[in-house]
């Protein structure tokens, strides 16, 4: 029986778990995690090129599992402490499923690089995924209204603005909100387009999705196209310290913190769902798509995602909202005919 703690959770509760740890092969040693940890850190950013953000999450999830070894005065890793983690992860009810499905997500990587460096006979999480399978979630979307709002709202803010430094501001902010929806990016992929990313003429811009996977995305949108041209024409203000389209104040290339800012300003401002989040605008992005009759496969290709069955939880949405629609509209359902 073993008694486990998580500090960092806040958590005071002992939790005791059963497992049986005998028989278990020795992976490694805690203080060879630490330097294997590093070493997957600067796999993930030189050779597969990922994400800031997206290493950050990697390195949190093995940093709190290392975190926990300390915690609980375990000095090496079998099989064993992989699965009490897990198990413990989802005994304390602290995290969502989806959380730990990610933490999980995060080892398998980790140790499959393991073994694939022979630090390791083989990955221990091999049979080990089925038991973090969670449901889908069916994702949150904008009202039609609320998007015309929102949209709008920059162009709004301008008008009653004084200085000129403060309106190139709000034109940046016009395009970059008009951006988000007219294309369905992710904001990881919107701070990394850079100025030879963007053709205008063909009005065409390549985006860096997930894993530097490309794609190109053609710009459809009169009005997002003279919005841009528009931030272009001051953009040079700021003194820009490198290429990417979008900078912030002071001419460094603007960071996803500072789009979800640009974001929240106009979410109030247009007064809709407060809950809302920049991923709001490409969920209702793709439900729209499909609404209007895209196909799922072009949808898929535009979102950028890997598998279709990612594309198609929006057709849940599509359908639950046209069910809707049609119980409330439907002038079907108001004639009688039957005697």
Not at 233 to 239: E, L, M, N, Y
Not at 281 to 291: K, V
Request: glycine share 4%; aromatic share 10%; hydrophobic share 35%.
């Amino acid at each position: 029986m073993e008694n486990l703690y998580f500090k960092d959770m806040e958590c005071t509760e002992k939790i005791e778990v059963s497992i049986d740890t005998g028989g278990w092969k020795l992976l490694v040693s805690r203080m060879d995690l630490n330097d294997y940890i590093v070493k997957y850190v600067n796999y993930l950013l030189i050779e597969k090129n990922l994400s800031p953000k997206s290493i950050k999450a990697y390195q949190s999830d093995l940093n709190m599992f290392n975190d926990w070894l300390v915690e609980n005065e375990i000095e090496t890793v079998t099989e064993a402490e992989i699965y009490l983690y897990f198990n413990t992860l989802s005994h304390l009810n602290l995290l969502k499923d989806s959380t730990i499905k990610r933490k999980y997500i995060s080892f398998k990587g980790f140790f499959l690089f393991l073994a694939q460096k022979h630090w390791i006979d083989q990955s221990p999480l091999i049979h080990f995924g089925k038991r973090f399978k969670t449901a889908k979630r069916i994702p949150k979307t904008l009202p039609t209204n609320e998007i015309k709002r929102l949209l709008s709202a920059p162009e709004h803010d301008r008008n009653r603005l004084k200085t000129a430094f403060s309106t190139r501001l709000s034109i940046r902010n016009d395009a970059i909100i008009d951006l988000l929806f007219s294309t369905g990016i992710r904001i990881g992929e919107l701070v990394q387009i850079r100025l030879k990313d963007l053709d205008l003429r063909n009005r065409v811009v390549v985006i860096f999705g997930k894993g530097r996977k490309e794609r190109l995305l053609y710009l459809s949108s009169k009005e997002l196209i003279d919005k841009i041209q528009d931030w272009l024409k001051v953009r040079d203000a700021f003194d820009p310290k490198d290429d990417c389209l979008f900078l912030n104040k002071y001419g460094n290339g603007l960071s996803i913190y500072g789009i979800e800012d640009i974001f929240c300003k106009y979410k109030e401002m247009a007064k809709i769902n407060q809950s809302a989040t920049p991923h709001y605008l490409r969920h209702s992005f793709a439900t729209q798509l499909l609404e209007n009759g895209a196909d799922l496969r072009a949808v898929q290709e535009i979102l950028g995602h890997s598998s279709v069955s990612t594309t198609e939880i929006y057709t849940e949405v599509s359908v639950k909202r046209k069910r809707a629609v049609l119980t409330k509209f439907n002038p079907r359902n108001r004639l009688e005919t039957s005697k």
